[in-house]
T-cell receptor, first 113, second 117 residues
């Protein structure tokens, strides 16, 4: 039973436009959410995070939105750049007493010129 | 500052053999984690060390897997005997501790790709 779901395995966006990556979760005990970016043959790189007490966090071109009632979060990248092409993983922390991260299956983003 | 390092980067072994993976966390990080990604699926948690103690090993698949972190520095993950389904990429991550139950973001190493034939 997958607690963190990324239902779009891939996304293709033109350079300069907005990329929106979506993530759904089922466990209401998750208290912290993170997005990681992964290039081939490398480990995941932390991108941006959001606490469950917030609904938005912004860092440069990257913004994460959290809708707790819908158990949904999204990552917005604007403007998208070719260097953003990678696999993006959504991850959730299970709660105060554990640091375990639960990952989604990832979305492959391709930004074309 | 050096990141999380893992050795080897790739290992090919036969079913029934033993393999030991090593992880060196970022200096000063008390928390060390092992994760595994199998065949393009999600990255799955294996276990979590706080210094030399196992905090959470709920993700370890079975007793063929043994993780150690002697002295609270580097960690090893041994698979003995290896089975075909153990193939995948094993990631190590580390993080600081802010206090009880809370940590900074986890920083991942490049992973060890294990192929069991």
């Amino acid at each position: 039973d997958q607690q963190v779901k990324q239902n779009s395995p891939s996304l293709s966006v033109q350079e300069g436009r907005i990329s929106i990556l979506n993530c759904d979760y089922t466990n209401s005990m998750f208290d912290y959410f993170l997005w990681y970016k992964k290039y081939p043959a490398e480990g995941p790189t932390f991108l941006i995070s959001i606490s469950s007490i917030k609904d938005k966090n912004e860092d440069g071109r990257f913004t994460v939105f959290l809708n707790k009632s819908a158990k949904h979060l999204s990552l917005h990248i604007v403007p998208s750049q070719p260097g953003d092409s990678a696999v993006y993983f959504c991850a959730a922390r299970q709660g105060y007493n554990t640091d375990k991260l639960i990952f989604g299956t990832g979305t492959r983003l391709q930004v074309f010129p | 500052e050096a990141g999380v390092t893992q050795f080897p980067s790739h290992s090919v072994i036969e079913k029934g053999q033993t393999v030991t993976l090593r992880c060196d966390p970022i200096s000063g990080h008390d928390n060390l984690y092992w994760y595994r990604r199998v065949m393009g699926k999600e990255i799955k948690f294996l276990l979590h060390f706080v210094k030399e103690s196992k905090q959470d090993e709920s993700g370890m698949p079975n007793n063929r897997f043994l993780a150690e972190r002697t002295g609270g520095t580097y960690s090893t993950l041994k698979v003995q005997p290896a089975e075909l389904e153990d193939s995948g990429v094993y990631f190590c991550a580390s993080s600081q501790s802010l206090g009880q139950g809370s940590s900074y973001e986890q920083y991942f190493g490049p992973g060890t790709r294990l192929t069991v034939t």
